[in-house]
C-alpha cells in the first residue's frame, strides 16, 4: 500500500521551531518531487514548499520564504520541512503530496496523492 505518513507537528509558541517528517511507505520516494501543502479553516489550500527527487531543486511560496526549509533524505526514504520563526498565521494542518514526477517548477505541484496530515498551531 502506497502511503505518505506526516508527522512532528504540535503546539509551539510564536517564534518557535517545528520539524515536520514525510515518510513514504510501500514506494521509494527518491524518484518524485515532494511538496508541503497547508490549510486552515476557512482558508483555502496553500502549497508552500516543493523539492525536486534529487533535492537539487526547491520552490517555495512567498508567505514562508526565508523562514521554512524543505529538505530530504532519501536513503531514510523521508521528506523534512523545517519550520522556524513561527507565526499565529501559520496555524493550520500541513500535509505532504506528489504528482508522480520527479522534478517542480513552483512552490505548488498538483497533489494527487497525499498523507493525512500533522496539525501545526502557533499560540501563545
Known amino acids: 500500500q502506497v502511503q505518505l505518513v506526516e508527522s512532528g507537528g504540535g503546539l509551539v509558541q510564536p517564534g518557535g521551531s517545528l520539524r515536520l517528517s514525510c515518510a513514504a511507505e510501500?514506494?521509494?520516494?527518491?524518484?518524485?518531487?515532494i511538496g508541503w501543502f497547508r490549510q486552515a479553516p476557512g482558508k483555502k489550500r496553500e502549497g508552500v514548499a516543493c523539492i525536486s527527487s534529487s533535492g537539487d531543486n526547491t520552490f517555495y511560496a512567498d508567505s514562508v520564504k526565508g523562514r521554512f526549509t524543505i529538505s530530504r533524505d532519501n536513503a531514510k526514504n523521508t521528506v523534512y520541512f523545517q519550520l522556524n520563526r513561527l507565526e499565529p498565521e501559520d496555524t493550520a494542518l500541513y500535509y505532504c503530496a506528489t504528482d508522480w514526477r520527479v522534478s517542480c517548477s513552483r512552490a505548488e505541484l498538483s497533489p494527487l496523492d497525499r498523507g493525512q496530515g500533522t496539525q501545526v498551531t502557533v499560540s501563545s
Open positions: 510501500g514506494f521509494s520516494l527518491d524518484r518524485y518531487a
